[in-house]
């Protein structure tokens, strides 16, 4: 079955780096577009960033953009995330996806699979 699974996060100072890593199994990784959520409590899971099956595009939440990079390793099945200077608005659980059809999708709906979360605290 296909599993998506999760590591890194944790607490940090407004203005300090983390990463977050991804490692997929169980389907084709090199045919998806995979991209990183966000979801605050109370609020709706939003998009942070995806990345095409090949590496080659990327797109960006504009809250985000200029402090995140998501990049890809198709020979280890492995999505990142670093996120650098990081704010308090950053808090919230971040999933991994993993969208076969939709390309560059800002979506939710539109990716099949998800990683399990994990948790950015970022303190003022």
């Known amino acids: 079955q296909v599993q998506l699974v999760q590591s890194g996060g944790g607490l940090v100072q407004a203005g300090g780096s983390l990463s977050l890593s991804c490692t997929a199994s169980?389907?084709?990784?090199?045919?998806?577009?995979m991209g990183w959520f966000r979801q605050a409590p109370g609020k709706q899971r939003e998009f942070v960033a995806a990345?095409?099956?090949?590496?080659?595009?990327?797109v960006y939440a504009d809250s985000v953009k200029g402090r995140f990079t998501i990049s890809r390793d198709n020979t280890k099945n492995t999505v990142s995330l670093q996120m650098n200077n990081l704010k308090p608005e950053d808090t919230a659980v971040y999933y991994c996806?993993?969208?076969?059809?939709?390309?560059?999708?800002?979506?939710?709906?539109?990716?099949?699979?998800w990683g399990q979360g994990a948790q950015i605290t970022v303190s003022s």
């Open positions: 996806g993993a969208d076969r059809w939709s390309g560059l999708s800002r979506l939710s709906s539109d990716y099949d699979y």
């Open positions: 169980g389907l084709t990784f090199s045919t998806y577009t």
């Open positions: 990345i095409t099956p090949s590496g080659s595009s990327t």
